[in-house]
């Protein structure tokens, strides 16, 4: 089978480094700085994470994004040839839903392919469930589930609903 780059977004903070480094099989690639500016974490992506994962005998490539605005323009160059998407946004920060909203439909605009929004954080209550999510940013249910993208088993639920979906 051939493998399938699938992108993983959201905004800052939303567990896209985190998710990678926790599935991949391989050594991850990341392009970590100090943060510039006060974004709420020490170190933020600037141009891209990148790792391996095989889920039975589907070879998945995953690329993560930088969260801020200001590198969007790897938005574009990253989605490039992407089979799926997975857009995180943090469960315990709704302030950052509508960029969240913003960006899936800015990247599904540009790339229509099968998608799932990942609500990360979910092993931290209070935090908004995937049902209150998807209500919120107008999406299937079916399309949001909830994920601790530090603990693998959980991380790779969003996965495994994208494989679904396409599939």
Same mark, same amino acid.
């Given at each position: 089978?051939? !493998?399938? @780059? /699938?992108v993983v977004? $959201? !905004?800052v903070g939303a &567990? @896209?480094?985190t998710l990678?480094?926790? +599935?991949?099989?391989t050594e991850i690639v990341d392009t970590d700085a100090r943060a510039s500016e006060a974004i709420g974490k020490d170190l933020t992506t600037?141009?891209?994470? =990148? &790792?391996t994962l095989r889920l039975d005998d589907q070879l998945l490539y995953l690329f993560g994004t930088p969260g801020q605005e200001r590198f969007d323009f790897m938005w574009d160059v990253l989605t490039e040839g992407a +089979?799926? +998407? /997975?857009?995180?946004?943090?469960?315990d920060r709704p302030q950052d839903f509508p960029q969240a909203r913003r960006q899936l439909d800015y990247l599904l605009s540009q790339r229509p392919v099968p998608y799932v929004v990942g609500v990360t954080r979910q092993d931290r209550p209070p935090v908004w469930g995937p049902d209150e999510v998807a209500l =919120?940013? $107008?999406?299937? !249910?079916?399309?949001?589930? &909830? +994920?601790? %993208?530090?603990?693998? %088993?959980?991380? /790779?639920? !969003?996965? #495994?609903? #994208? #494989?679904?979906?396409?599939?």
């Amino acid at each position: 089978m051939e !493998p399938l @780059k /699938v992108v993983v977004s $959201g !905004p800052v903070g939303a &567990g @896209k480094s985190t998710l990678i480094r926790t +599935l991949s099989e391989t050594e991850i690639v990341d392009t970590d700085a100090r943060a510039s500016e006060a974004i709420g974490k020490d170190l933020t992506t600037v141009a891209m994470d =990148y &790792g391996t994962l095989r889920l039975d005998d589907q070879l998945l490539y995953l690329f993560g994004t930088p969260g801020q605005e200001r590198f969007d323009f790897m938005w574009d160059v990253l989605t490039e040839g992407a +089979l799926g +998407l /997975v857009l995180l946004v943090r469960g315990d920060r709704p302030q950052d839903f509508p960029q969240a909203r913003r960006q899936l439909d800015y990247l599904l605009s540009q790339r229509p392919v099968p998608y799932v929004v990942g609500v990360t954080r979910q092993d931290r209550p209070p935090v908004w469930g995937p049902d209150e999510v998807a209500l =919120y940013l $107008g999406q299937p !249910p079916e399309r949001v589930v &909830g +994920l601790n %993208a530090t603990e693998p %088993a959980s991380a /790779v639920g !969003p996965l #495994l609903r #994208l #494989l679904e979906l396409m599939l």
